[in-house]
């Protein structure tokens, strides 16, 4: 079966939203437990509990991260481009907190001294706090749109700074999904762990739920009545390849919320991301329940952004018309064909192979098991 260029650019669209989702659906979690670590564990041994909940999967939850750097790399090259380029800065921040995490995993508990433990639980922390900062600014940034341009030679210039990057909007972003995730780290550690830290994780996933149900209702409100989105006026066949140059594009106040209009369906997506968050407070003393819900609400905020910015993948705020479109802003079509049935055929294992070590992995941690089981476990 050979599918058309147009309906594989759809197809790819749809493949990176399922890895961002598959990446906050699990490594979300990670992130927010590395958060909630110097908080919740007020003994050592509390903490290492903690750790360990998440100590056998945080490796293979972190691949989805680079799998989806990679697929964007080889489907939407002139997107990777702009956005690596743009982002530089806050993408390496990111990059050196991420790098600091299997530091803290794996040299934590080789030292008794306090101090030694300390400083590895604040770098987990901060592997957990700088990246999904960082990753809800530049979603925030994305919505606003980015200051790039194009030559005739199709050759990229940036005029933006990292500082700019850090706008009102951009930073509520921010705030949006640093509570989400620790809200979803919360639900996770009510499913692994027991007693005290149980009942410390179900305190924060309450607290930091509202805090994020209230941002994400005001980002709506200002995504709605303040940001200009953008708007296609004409671009050529979405058939054939074609360069972003020969598009036009318009900015119009409240153009983030067309598609829901046109598309009622996709309303769907902020209604589960309110239903969900929702759902996992009222649901926290049951924690499988909860988890659950609290999966559908990231990654129903994964969708929202999706599905108000479809086409669009990276907006110019400076040259609206020289922004990136999942038509656009794509590889040739034998490239998307042969990735296509690679995926088809690898990213079933992957998942199967997801849902097989979270089930084997399964049930409670508790301090008498780090007890037993010091010079093995983190």
């Not at 994400?216 to 009545?225: E, M, Q, R």
């Not at 067309?258 to 968050?277: E, H, I, K, M, R």
């Amino acid at each position: 079966m050979i599918l058309d260029y147009e309906t594989l650019k759809l197809i790819w669209w749809l493949f990176v939203g399922l890895l961002l989702v598959g990446f906050v659906m699990t490594a979300g979690f990670d992130l927010g437990v590395g958060m909630l670590l110097p908080f919740l564990g007020k003994k050592d041994e509390e903490r290492r509990v903690i750790i360990n909940s998440i100590g056998p999967t945080w490796e293979g939850n972190q691949v989805w991260l680079i799998l989806g750097a990679g697929i964007v790399f080889a489907a939407w090259p002139l997107v990777y481009a702009a956005a690596f380029s743009g982002f530089y800065a806050a993408m390496l921040l990111a990059l050196f907190a991420l790098v600091i995490r299997p530091g803290g995993f794996a040299f934590r508990s080789k030292l008794p001294d306090p101090r030694w433990r300390s400083l590895w639980d604040w770098a987990l922390f901060t592997g957990g706090a700088v990246p999904a900062l960082i990753f809800g600014v530049a979603f925030g940034n994305l919505l606003q749109g980015v200051p790039f341009q194009y030559d005739d030679t199709l050759r990229l210039s940036f005029t933006g700074s990292f500082l700019a990057l850090l706008n009102p909007f951009a930073l509520l972003a921010g705030l949006v999904s640093v509570a989400m995730l620790v809200m979803h780290g919360a639900v996770y550690l009510t499913l692994r762990t027991q007693d005290e830290i149980n009942a410390r994780a179900t305190r924060a996933a309450v607290v930091f739920g509202v805090i994020f149900l209230i941002a994400f209702a005001l980002a709506g409100i200002w995504v709605a009545l303040g940001v200009d989105g953008y708007r296609i006026l004409y671009m050529p066949d979405a058939n054939s390849a074609f360069t972003p140059l020969q598009k036009s594009v318009a900015k119009v106040m409240g153009a983030w919320i067309t598609n829901y209009s046109l598309y009622p369906w996709t309303l769907l997506a902020p209604v589960a991301g309110f239903a969900g968050a929702i759902a996992a407070l009222a649901l926290r003393a049951r924690a499988g329940m909860a988890l659950i819900a609290s999966s559908i609400c990231v990654s129903a905020v994964v969708l929202t952004a999706g599905f108000a910015m479809f086409p669009f993948v990276m907006p110019s705020s400076t040259h609206p018309g020289h922004s990136l479109t999942m038509w656009d802003g794509v590889s040739s079509h034998l490239t998307l064909t042969w990735m296509f049935w690679a995926t088809v055929v690898f990213l079933p294992i992957i998942i199967a192979y997801t849902i097989w070590v979270f089930r084997v992995m399964r049930g409670k941690l508790t301090v008498d098991d780090v007890r037993q089981h010091t010079h093995s476990l983190y």
